[in-house]
């Protein structure tokens, strides 16, 4: 099983700060099953990236994923006050599919 | 409008078993891989099972793997999931989730709202 650890798990930053959250695999992952997913209290996750840079359909190009295997970040360029949520990283290349534990973005 | 629908959830006691249901619309169902995910409380997201659009290819988590069963009825637009000896750790938010396409081996664009599982004694 593929574990991925996120870092850190809690981002403290202000509106139009930028975010950048990191997610390193245990193993190699091909950058083509990498994805990003939002999630806020009380909803079900949103898929943000898919294949570690593309953007899902109506996500903001303020969102943007890189990186190749095991290390894959996030970027949030600037901080809108409905991207403070937690997020997680998805590799979905191997059964079983596996998530890491989560970032949280809070407001500073 | 892209929907998925579960239901079947609720209080159970340990060793017993539940069928969770997810029922889909707004996409033509048998060009999708679906999947279950879940979330225990205040934790994070875990990958349960997938189904390939014809059940030809069927993947489980090892913590599940012998005690649950995921199945779809394409002409019912409907996923499930057969939860039998259920543990306390089974506890959780389960999500139905869709693939992106008929790919199996790609993230999940559509969620479901949820159904809570609760076991206990």
């Known amino acids: 099983e593929i574990v991925l650890t996120q870092s850190p798990g809690t981002l403290s930053l202000s509106p139009g700060e930028r975010a950048t959250l990191s997610c390193r695999a245990s193993q190699s992952v091909d950058s083509t099953y990498l994805a990003w997913y939002q999630q806020k209290p009380g909803q079900a996750p949103r898929l943000l990236i898919y294949?570690?840079?593309s953007r899902a359909t109506g996500i903001p190009d303020r969102f943007s994923g890189s990186g190749s295997g095991p290390d894959f970040t996030l970027t949030i360029s600037r901080l809108q006050p409905e991207d403070f949520a937690v997020y997680f990283c998805q590799q979905y290349g191997s059964s079983p599919q596996t998530f890491g534990q989560g970032t949280k973005v809070e407001i500073k | 409008e892209v929907q998925l629908v579960e239901s079947g959830g609720g209080l159970v006691q340990p060793g017993r078993s539940l069928r969770l249901s997810c029922v889909a619309s707004?996409?033509?169902?048998?060009?999708?891989?679906l999947h279950w995910v879940r979330q225990a409380p205040g934790k994070g997201l875990e990958w349960v099972s997938g189904?390939?659009?014809?059940?030809?290819?069927?993947y489980y988590a090892d913590s599940v793997r012998g005690r649950f069963t995921i199945s779809r009825d394409n002409a019912k637009n409907s996923l499930y999931l057969q939860m039998n000896g259920l543990r306390t750790e089974d506890t959780a938010l389960y999500y139905c989730a869709r693939g992106r396409n008929n790919d199996f081996w790609t993230g999940q664009d559509y969620w479901g709202q949820g159904i809570l599982v609760t076991v206990s004694s």
């Open positions: 189904i390939t659009w014809n059940s030809g290819n069927i």
């Open positions: 294949g570690a840079s």
């Open positions: 707004g996409f033509i169902f048998d060009d999708y891989a």
